[in-house]
T-cell receptor, first 115, second 115 residues
Framework: NAGVMQNPRHLVRRRGQEARLRCSPM?????VYWYRQLPEEGLKFMVY????????ESGMPKERFSAEFPKEGPSILRIQQVVRGDSAAYFC?????????????FGQGTRLTVV | AQSVTQLDSHVSVSEGALVLLRCNYS??????LFWYVQYPNQGLQLLLK??????LVKGINGFEAEFKKSETSFHLTKPSAHMSDAAEYFC?????????????FGGGTRVLVKP
C-alpha cells in the first residue's frame, strides 16, 4: 500500500505564474488535508477536503489559492499569480473515511520556490 | 482556540544522553495530543498520540510522553539518544474528535545529537 504521494517534490515558479500541487491519498482514504510550512516554522492548516467537497477552508488565503478533490484523481492545490511569500513546503495528509480522530498520514511535501 | 508551545526551538544532546522536548498546550477541553518527527526533506511521521486513555504514552523508536493536565504539558522523552534521532519534532494538538485531522502544530524543536 503506497503512502501519500505528492508531486512534484520540488517546483520552481516565476512570480506571476501558476503553481499546481498534486496529492494522491493512501488507498481507501477519502479525507485530505493540506498544510503549509514556511521556513523555520511549524505547519499551518490550510484546507480539509472530502471527495468533491470542501469541508473546512478556514486556513486558506482569501485570494489566489484554491483546492479541489474530485471524484476521480488526486487532490489539487492551486496557487495563481504566485509571489515570493508563497515559497514554502506544502504537505498533504490523508485519513480514512471514519468519523472522529484517526491517524493522518503525511506525504513528503512539495517544496515551492518562487523566483 | 487551541494552541501549542514548544519551549525550545533547538536542543543539543550527546549520544546516549536523555532527550527531553517540552510542550505546553492550551485548550478549553481535553485535547488530543501528538508528537510528530520530520527528518530532513521528508514528510512527517507520527511518534505517538494521547487520546485520553493512559497518561503515559509510549511511541515508536523508544520515545514516550506524559500528559499532565495540571501543568497543561505533554513533554516528550527518550532515555538514551541515538544519532538517528537528529530531526525536527513537532508537538501537535487537535481539539476534539469532530475536528478530525485539522491539527495545530507547535513551532518545532530541532534536535542535534553529538557523538
Amino acid at each position: 500500500n503506497a503512502g501519500v504521494m505528492q508531486n512534484p517534490r520540488h517546483l520552481v515558479r516565476r512570480r506571476g505564474q501558476e503553481a499546481r500541487l498534486r496529492c494522491s491519498p493512501m488507498k481507501g482514504h477519502s479525507h485530505v488535508y493540506w498544510y503549509r510550512q514556511l521556513p523555520e516554522e511549524g505547519l499551518k492548516f490550510m484546507v480539509y477536503l472530502q471527495k468533491e467537497n470542501i469541508i473546512d477552508e478556514s486556513g486558506m488565503p482569501k485570494e489566489r489559492f484554491s483546492a479541489e478533490f474530485p471524484k476521480e484523481g488526486p487532490s489539487i492545490l492551486r496557487i495563481q499569480q504566485v509571489v515570493r511569500g508563497d515559497s514554502a513546503a506544502y504537505f498533504c495528509a490523508s485519513s480514512p473515511p471514519m468519523e472522529g480522530q484517526t491517524e493522518a498520514f503525511f506525504g513528503q511535501g512539495t517544496r515551492l520556490t518562487v523566483v | 482556540a487551541q494552541s501549542v508551545t514548544q519551549l525550545d526551538s533547538h536542543v543539543s544532546v550527546s549520544e546516549g544522553a536523555l532527550v527531553l522536548l517540552r510542550c505546553n498546550y492550551s485548550s478549553s477541553v481535553p485535547p488530543y495530543l501528538f508528537w510528530y518527527v520530520q527528518y530532513p526533506n521528508q514528510g512527517l511521521q507520527l511518534l505517538l498520540k494521547y487520546t485520553s486513555a493512559a497518561t503515559l504514552v509510549k511511541g515508536i523508536n523508544g520515545f514516550e510522553a506524559e500528559f499532565k493536565k495540571s501543568e497543561t504539558s505533554f513533554h516528550l522523552t527518550k532515555p538514551s539518544a541515538h544519532m538517528s534521532d537528529a530531526a525536527e519534532y513537532f508537538c501537535v494538538v487537535s481539539p476534539n474528535k469532530a475536528a478530525g485531522n485539522k491539527l495545530t502544530f507547535g513551532g518545532g524543536t530541532r534536535v542535534l545529537v553529538k557523538p
